[in-house]
Structures are given as C-alpha cells and as structure tokens.
C-alpha cells in the first residue's frame, strides 16, 4: 500500500490540520508538565522532545504509523542480516559490528561475530605495538605519525570520533600525531607531507572498495613521497608504511599491501556505517582498544533498546518519527545540527553523510517515484559558533527549522579548573537558552507590543535536546548508534532504501570521460555549451603556463 | 667513630664497607629481619668487585652491624646515602633525628636530591645545638667502587661549618694517598658542582655519539676521528667513545634533575637533548639489525652478549640492553641473551616473556642464530674465537654496540660488521 494511502497517514494528516498551527507557547501553556511527558532516558542519555510541536495524541498516530509501515518486522530483518539493502542485494549489519563476542549471528550458514571478534583482536595488536612504540618505519625508529587516507565513511566517521574523544586519549597515544587527509585535489596531503618525518609516518589506506580514487591518488603521493625520501625498497614501505583497510583482499594485495598489515571489512557494511570496524582503527590508536570497545559497548547498548524497547519508549523511534511529523505533516524542510561541545564539532559534517546519503532518495524499494517528501537538508556548527552565524535565520528567518540540541551535562568537572567549568556553564545556559528562544519566541521575557516588529521573535521553530551525561567512549557509541538506527526507521516509513547510494556514482563515470579533454591541447570535446565553455577557458589558462 | 649509614644504595654499602675497614664502627640501618649481608645487599651489589668479601669481613669483625631505625636515631653521625628519589624518606629521617637529639648532630648526604637539598635538611637542624649538614660528592662508579672510595683524585666537600669539615677531612683521612686536589665550597657550589661534573660527561658522551652517526652518513670512520680528537691536550681521551648509549641508575638521574634545573631556571633544552639523544642511540644497535633484515625481523634468533649497563656490574638499570630486547621481541624474534653477571637480573624481567633465553655460555647463545649484538664491552667478548662464533651462527652478522672490535678483521673472517659510526 502507498504510505499516503495509509489509514496512519491520513489521520496524521487530518491531525496536522487540527493542530499544527498551534504555537509551541500554547502547547506549554495547556500542559505545564510537558518535559514529564515528552522526554524518555537511555543509560544516561536524554531525550528531551517537549520542545516539538506534538500532543500525546501525535505520539499515538506516529507510533500507529509505525506500526502500519511494519516497522517491527524491518527492526528483526535488519538485525538479522536480512539483504535489505535489496538494490545491492546485501545486508546492513552494521549493528552486528557491536556484538559481544560471545554472542551468535549466522549469516549464510556462518557465525560472523567470530569474524569481526577476529578483526578486532588484530586491531588491538596493531594499536598495542603502535603505543609500546614497536611499530617500526623502514629505518627501525618507531612510527609517531599516522596518516589515515580515506574519504567519506572512511574519513568522517573516524575523523569526528577522534576528536570528539580526544579527552580519553591514552597514555600510549599522547606521544602519537593521527591527521586526516581526504581531498581528492591533493591540498591535504600535500601540505603535510612537508612536515613529516618518512621515517617515522604510517599511512592508513581505507577504502572499502579499494576503488576510491580518491584515496588511491592520496596513497600513491605518499608512496612517492617515501620512495623518494627513503632509498628502501618497495616491499620495506608496503610492510611498515602502510596499513590497508578494505572489503576487497585482492585489490589491497595488489597495490602492495602485504597480508600482516591487511585489515578486513565486510559486503555488509556500508562505509557511512562503518566506524565501527576497522575503519574505526584511528579512533582506537586515540583511546586504545579498551575505549574503542566501550564505544561498541554503548552502541551495542542502544541497539538492544531499539530491538527490544515498545515505540512509545523507543529513543531511535521517537526521534525518526518526530523527524517524519516534521518533515511530512509540518512541510518542515531543514535540520539544524547544533553540538554546544567543541569536541562534537564534526557530528554535523558526519550526520549530513548519515542522513543525506542514507535517506536522500526520492525512488521507493520497490522502485517508484514517490510524492511525499523524504530527507531535508542538514547542516550545522558548533552550537556557540553558529550563533554568531545563522542563527539570525533560525530566530528571524522565514525558514521553519528543526534543530537538534546536543551537549553533554557534565564537562571539566575532573579538570580542578574552575574558569574552564564556569566556560562549561556558560555553554550550557548558551544552549537552554537558544532551544528556549527558539520555541517559545519572546515570550520568555515578556515582551509587550510596543517592541518593534525586527526585535521581535516568533518562536515555534521545533526542537529536540540530546543531554550525554558526559562524553566518554560509551555515551559517543550510544549517541551515534541512536542516530543511525532513526535513520533506517525514517527509511522504513518512507520505503526507501537507506544503505545504497546510487546518486553518487554517475559523478565519477562522467569525471572519467572529462579526464582525455582536459589533457589536449585544442579538445574535440562536445558537451553541453557551458561544460565545453569552461574546458576551453581552462585549457587557454594552461597554455599560458607551457 | 660511630657512624648510622642510611640507604642500600651500592654507594650505602661501599662507604660504610670503606668507613669499617678504616676502624670506625658503622651501623647500617636495615629494618629487615634478616642479618645476612649477602641476602641484605642483592644480587646487583653482591657483584660489585670485592664488595661482598669486604662487608663480610667487616660483620665478622662486628665494626659493622646492622641496626633498626630506632638504635640508628641515638646515634651523633650519619650519612645518607640513598637513591635520588628519596628526597622524602631522607627529610622524614632528620626530621626524626632532630626530635630525638639534644645536642649536636652531623649529617653527611651523599645523596644526589639535587641543587639545594641539602640546605633544605639544614633548615631543619638547629645549628646553636651544632646540628650541620654537610654535602659529599660521591665519586663512585658501578664495577670499579671501591678503588673509587679507597683512591680518590680528588675530594669535594660542600660545608659551611668549620668543625664539620675537620671531622670530614679526618674520616676521609685514610682514603688521601692518591689524593690530588681537595675543595672545601658550600653545600650548593658543592651539589652545582657535581650536577656540572656529570653534564659535562654526558655532553661529551652525546657529541661523540652525534659525531658517530654523522661520520657514519659521511663514511668517515670515528675511531680515527675520536683519536685525533684525543690528543688535543685541551680535549682529552677520556668519554670519547662513541657508543649505543649510557644507563645506569645515578648517572642519568643525576642528569635529570640537572636537564630539569637548566629547563626551569634557563629554559635550555642541552641536557634534556642530551638525554633524549642517549635513549635512541640505545636502539640503534637494533636500527642496524633492522635495515641489515630488511625491515623484517619475524621469527629470526639474536644472541645478545652483555645485558648489564656497563661491564662489571650485574645491574640492568637503564641499560641499552632493556631497549634492544623489547624491541627484538617485540618483532616476535627470538633474543638469546648472554651475560657474565646479569642473568638473575634479567631473569626476574623477562622471565615470562617466552621470547627471552638466558644461556648460560657465550657460544651456546649463538647457535643457530641470525645475528650477534654486543652491547656490553665485557672484557671476556673482547677476544672470543671467531672460527667457532661464526660456526655457531646460522648467518655471520655482528653488530658492534661498542665498537670493540677491529671491523676489517672481523669482515676479513666473513662476518657482515656494523659497528657505531663505521
């Protein structure tokens, strides 16, 4: 049945013309204790969703909307290693990656928990020699520098965990420099590479295919830039220099990673999803194994709960369907990503991939156009930063948005620094505050009708409020599991499916055929007017340099 | 006289053997129920040359015995001779013995605690009451200790109370025979004086290292160059000898706390540079063995001869060869270790890592293996028969972290030879 035509759907609908131009003020007016109602718990994260524009009777059509779209019956059949992923006939077991070891997952008549548990132990010995300082460059001094080259999944899931752990370093790890480098142009590596020492850098290459040109044209630089500067022979800087990180043995092993220092990745990890695996090896050389295994810990935490938990109570649920009132009955059509922790600074870069990639479609699973709206447009900044930027626009803007307030409760509590934990309050009332403002409008001080119309605001922009107690390895693993999983239940309302990305592709077929007219002198290329317009222009600039 | 010794540094028991045998009466303070000395000194100090004879002889005699902390505090004189970093016990000590005295105390601290220690124990004494703390600048060293006490060149005495230095003058009276020159200065110039003494050794130590892998890069042999160096009187040939690094116990603490005076008084980085530089030249014997396999070190056999920081001592405090093993085996390689003295010592820290043999003969270490790396320049490695070292070795290939033997000798009887800065 189209989801529209859903019995669910339509009473949403109707509902929505009941309410939906109620002002959130009202809302807080009719119900003094609306947080009660509106909030529910994990472990010590909070979900507070009072701030939504929602009575308990939406709640209600949401979970029934739920329940119409089957949504239990897709929780088991992702869990299970069902191929839901029905465009590449895969499966998404990205939560399979959290399993304790002594649990059991049979996929294709094979326990694959065994598996992953393998990968992780060889992950371990691989951060353990790293931090006693033995992981050793061709000249025998010990590695200092890792270099993680990778892009996309490779790069933001990695990239964001580091940093936003970066408080839980290791002892082992203080001594270590982990960068990132992902643009294709070359700009990263490039200016790195000037201050590295050959001898002691140590690339990471991830790629779950090993066909990211991208990555692979970052790599070949670095091998380069080793050859040059070592005289050792090639075996000596594929056996100390790299590490390759893929699901494709084959294609590691033929650019000349060697099978000690191969790490393996599964069909049934999508790379948005996959810092979990072995991708995540630069967040574990950050926190060492023990962290890296919390953070599983407290993801694996979160996916039990979005198994087990009954909707109403369901952290990942809530936030997915409270997404789909917003998106599909509200004509709400941005999401503001806004971390009140400079740490967190990279969970907008990584949640636009999440959820961009994930839900940006527009053709249901069974291969039809649809007519109702899926994924809006997500973005955002550190909470403080951005309210110096494009606030104006959430405050005074035409534009209705939802935002999504993260922060963690406690910070520097351990620091004994008291201006650093007076800088945490500030934040923190920083970011009650803006949510404040945000829907209740200038209602919160009482403004009279004499302030002009630009001083004003009007409110009612939806908001939710994600609390971490604090940030450690394990609330991270909780936060981001929790995220995913409302991922996949939005994908399941909108029958969609979340875990392929052919919108990324024709891109780089089409970059393929660009590559032989940029490389002559007077190009037989024929394009559209503009594409031909700017190869001329580019090739006229390049004449001027030969 | 009679004197309390504290501590159970090497220095604790080659002063208070020294002080016995010159007739004074030594209660060394050990709070331990056992009596035995052997037991009580360790294997690290049981080794030192004549040591255990000498204390032996001493208990036997009853010149020296050992005493609690509480018979200890009754007594008029003391030295402290106890590790760098017990600065605390040390000041918990005077704090006691001023509880207890009435009248007059002298206190010697040979204890390397650092610029101004020992004026801060003075701060404590009350010096009405003819309560002084004097400093002594040690001299001792590992291997050779007792000669060092017995034959001293020279005496630094840091004191700035006349009586005090008489009675030192008169208790290291027995020891002047050799004695060239004699410095009466304060307890700081004193304590200044040694923390220079020991950086200028270990800047010595450095630049030779540094000059070694420069001449290495440059193909120029050190041996010849440190020669040269050598007979400039202005220089001298004394700790030119370039090597895979320093260890020891006081020496590098000693350059520590000079490293941490010079960074926060000064904000000179030399000595922290200095120090640093040793630690990597301590790996360097394994960097050669490294590139010699080629980055690939999986499942080979290293014999090891010389674990102990420096010959004639069974101590493995910082030493070289802490570094080469680890790294060796952090490669799951084999190390067959060979030591004339150390072998408890390096038995009680690797005993459970299955990648570490102890052999008991030095040929025995090398069967079969794929490399032999000197690091301690026992003089039982300095002549060894290499028709039957290079029929134990699965491949000929001798890495030289002392640089003690003669390189085209060795390459001549087809052994591979890496040596220090060759």
Not at chain 2, 364 to 387: C, G
């Amino acid at each position: 049945m189209a989801l529209t035509d859903r019995k669910a759907w339509k009473n949403l609908r109707e509902h929505a013309v009941k309410t939906g131009n109620l002002h959130l003020s009202e809302l807080f007016g009719e119900d003094g204790d609306r947080f009660e109602a509106f909030n529910l718990q994990h472990d010590n994260l909070l979900f507070d969703y009072s701030k939504q524009r929602i009575n308990h009777e939406t709640i209600e059509l949401l979970c029934k909307l739920a329940r119409e779209c089957d949504l239990k019956g897709w929780i088991e059949k992702l869990f299970s290693g069902d191929a839901i992923n029905n465009s590449e006939n895969r499966a998404a077991l990205h939560a399979a990656l959290r399993l304790p070891a002594d649990s059991e997952l049979i996929v294709d008549s094979e326990n694959i928990v065994s598996g992953i548990h393998d990968t992780l132990g060889r992950m371990q010995q691989i951060v353990e020699r790293i931090h006693a300082g033995q992981w050793r460059g061709f000249s025998g001094r010990p590695v200092d520098t890792i270099v993680n080259i990778g892009v996309g999944g490779s790069d933001l899931g990695p990239f964001m965990a580091s940093k936003a752990l970066s408080d839980a370093r290791v002892p082992g790890a203080r001594k270590l420099e982990i960068i990132f480098v992902s643009t294709m142009d070359g700009s990263q590596i490039a200016q790195r590479l000037d201050s590295l020492d050959p001898e002691t850098t140590l690339f990471i290459i991830s790629s779950k295919s090993f066909t990211t040109i991208d990555t692979l044209s970052n790599a070949n630089t670095a091998l380069q830039w080793l050859r040059q500067a070592s005289g050792a022979e090639d075996e000596v800087l594929y056996r100390r220099h790299f590490i390759g990180i893929s699901a494709d043995n084959e294609r590691m092993a033929d650019w000349g990673i060697p099978p000690n220092s191969r790490l393996a990745l599964w069909d049934w990890i999508g790379g948005r999803y996959s810092m979990w695996s072995a991708i995540g090896l630069p967040i574990a050389l950050e926190i060492g194994m023990d962290g890296f295994r919390q953070m599983l810990a407290g993801a694996h935490a979160m996916d039990r709960h979005f198994r087990e938990e009954r909707f109403e109570k369901n952290l990942p649920v809530m936030l997915a369907m409270i997404g789909i009132w917003n998106i599909n009955f509200l004509n709400i059509r941005a999401h503001a990503i806004l971390p009140y922790d400079g740490r967190l600074s990279h969970l907008p870069a990584y949640l636009e991939q999440l959820e961009m990639e994930s839900n940006g479609k527009s053709v249901s699973r069974d291969g039809k156009d649809i007519d109702y709206n899926t994924c809006p447009i997500l973005w955002g900044e550190v909470g403080p930063n951005a309210q110096h930027a494009f606030y104006q626009l959430l405050h005074q803007g035409t534009e209705p948005v939802m935002c999504d307030f993260v922060v963690p409760a406690r910070r520097y509590h351990e620091s004994g620094n008291p201006e650093l934990q007076q800088q945490h309050k500030l934040t923190l009332a920083n970011c009650l505050a803006q949510s404040r403002i945000l829907a209740l409008g200038d209602t919160v001080i009482n403004e009279d009708n004499t302030t002009p119309f630009f001083k004003r605001y009007s409110g009612n922009q939806p908001c939710t409020t994600l609390m971490l107690d604090e940030v450690t390895a394990y609330s991270f693993g909780q936060l981001i599991a929790l995220y995913e999983h409302k991922v996949f239940v939005q994908s399941v309302i909108w029958n969609i499916n979340p875990f392929d990305q052919w919108g990324v592709e024709l891109g780089k077929q089409v970059a393929t055929t660009l590559i032989d007219p940029l490389s002559q002198t007077s190009p037989q290329a024929d394009f559209d007017s503009s594409t031909n317009g700017l190869l001329k222009s580019i090739l006229g600039h390049q004449e001027q340099d030969s | 006289m009679k004197i309390a010794v504290w501590g159970d540094e090497l220095t604790a028991w080659v002063t208070a053997g020294a002080l016995a045998e010159t007739g004074n009466d030594i209660a060394f303070v050990s709070n331990s129920q056992i009596d035995d000395p052997i037991t009580l000194m360790g294997s690290s100090i049981r080794n030192e040359p004549g040591l255990r004879d000498l204390i032996c002889n001493e208990v036997e005699h009853k010149r020296l015995r050992f005493v609690q902390t509480r018979t200890a505090l009754g007594i008029q004189a003391h030295i402290l001779s106890m590790n760098p970093n017990q600065f605390d016990e040390a000041h918990d000590i005077v704090e006691q013995l001023v509880r207890k005295a009435e009248g007059p105390l002298l206190i010697i601290n040979q204890s390397h605690f650092g610029f101004g220690a020992t004026d801060r124990l003075q701060a404590l004494l009350n010096r009405r009451k003819k309560q002084i703390v004097v400093y002594f600048a040690e001299n001792i060293s590992e291997g050779e200790a007792l000669d060092r006490i017995r034959n001293p060149k020279s005496l630094i005495l840091g004191s700035d109370d006349e009586a005090a230095t008489r009675t030192l003058e008169a208790l290291f009276k027995p020891f002047s025979a050799q004695l060239e020159n004699r410095f009466v200065m304060t307890p700081r110039e004193a304590e200044f004086t040694k923390l220079a003494i020991i950086g200028m050794l270990a800047l010595r130590i450095g630049y030779t290292n540094e000059l070694a892998n420069l001449g290495e890069q440059l193909g120029v042999d050190i041996d010849v160059i440190r020669r040269g160096m050598g007979a400039d009187p202005r220089i001298g040939r004394h700790h030119l000898s370039p090597g895979c690094g320093f260890g020891g116990n006081n020496f590098p603490q000693t350059l520590k706390s000079l490293a941490r005076l010079l960074s926060e008084n000064n904000e000179s980085t030399l000595m922290q540079t200095v120090l640093q530089e040793n630690e990597n030249q301590k790996e360097l014997p394994f960097r050669k063995l490294w590139q010699h396999y080629k980055a690939d070190l999986h499942e080979r056999k290293i014999a090891i001869w010389g674990a102990s920081f420096k010959p004639g001592s069974a101590s493995l405090d910082a030493a070289p060869s802490l570094r080469v093993i680890d790294a060796i085996v952090a490669q799951q390689a084999e190390v067959r270790v060979h030591d004339p003295e150390a072998h408890e010592n390096v038995h009680h820290i690797y005993h459970d890592n299955p990648y570490v043999k102890i052999i008991n003969g030095k040929y025995d270490a090398l069967k079969n293996v794929d490399a032999l790396v000197l690091l301690t320049e026992w003089p039982e490695y300095w002549s060894p028969d290499f028709e039957l070292v290079r029929k134990q070795m699965k491949s000929p290939v001798i890495v030289d972290g002392r640089n003690i033997y003669d390189r085209d000798l060795i390459e001549s009887r087809g052994f591979t030879y890496y040596g220090i800065g060759r």
